[in-house]
């Protein structure tokens, strides 16, 4: 082909082959193909951008796209994008990790993406099945996934069939649980508030920096020393503050007051 003119680019074809060609391509000042006129003797195609509109309105020539699509097909990219979203669903508080193929580990702190670390980002060849796994953090429990079928699973696989934005969100666990409603708060004295005449209240194993005063004529088991869900450590829970029994009773495991 030949350069037959510029802003735009043009070129345009030097031979007449009897099979499909491009008898002139047109492109914008970026090198991007903006245009093109395209024929075919044993079809009959025969595209032209210069031509009027009245000359195809009144034409019995094969159509241009359809005859793109069903002889040429549709490109399909080699590699695709896969990029993720780190977060929990708490400003400021949970998050976790996620790490898997190609080197991805990224981490994620509080709901703003902004609190995300490390490689959230990788290119994969089409078709690839990357496996994900997924580690919350001491505040949260698992993680949804937003990748069809895998809901909270602790891993996740992925078909790179196209670029994927795939987003974990983290459930903060909040630092007490009311054991008869499910009441969760980051309170011991708002735990006991809600709290029935006789109850169970669970502390994680975290520092409350509060005075705990009980004078609701309750009487209130609290268990200390729990995980984000609330099940058993080997650990405590502290408060650090003045705990007060003015009525009702209190007892209490694993609880270490400074």
Request: proline share 5%; with cysteine; net charge negative.
């Amino acid at each position: 082909m030949t350069r037959t003119a510029t802003s735009p680019y043009t070129f345009t074809a030097t031979q007449q082959p009897a099979s499909l060609y491009f008898p002139k391509l047109w492109f914008d000042n970026n090198g991007y193909l903006t245009q093109f006129s395209a024929m075919d003797s044993a079809t009959g195609l025969d595209i032209d951008p210069e031509r009027s509109a009245a000359y195809y309105n009144n034409s019995t020539s094969v159509d241009g796209v359809t005859y793109y699509v069903s002889s040429m097909g549709i490109a399909t990219p080699s590699v695709y994008h896969l990029s993720m979203t780190v977060v929990s669903d708490t400003p400021d508080k949970g998050g976790g990790s996620v790490h898997g193929d190609s080197g991805i580990a990224c981490a994620g702190q509080g709901s703003n993406p902004s609190g995300m670390s490390g490689a959230c980002q990788a290119d994969f060849s089409s078709g690839t099945t990357v496996t994900l796994y997924q580690t919350p953090d001491s505040d949260s429990t698992w993680a949804t996934w937003t990748a069809a079928g895998c809901g909270t699973n602790q891993s996740c696989q992925v078909v790179m069939s196209s670029d994927r934005n795939l987003t974990v969100t983290f459930p903060y666990s909040p630092m007490a649980k009311v054991n008869s409603s499910g009441y969760r708060c980051d309170s011991l004295a708002e735990a006991y508030a809600a709290a029935g005449p006789i109850d169970t209240i669970y502390g994680r194993a975290v520092t409350f920096a509060e005075d705990f005063t009980l004078g609701g004529n309750k009487t209130v088991t609290l268990l200390g020393g729990r995980d984000a869900w609330y099940l058993p450590l080997d650990a405590w829970t502290t408060l650090q503050g003045k705990l007060s029994i003015l009525s009702g009773a209190l007892v209490v495991e694993r609880l270490a007051i400074k």
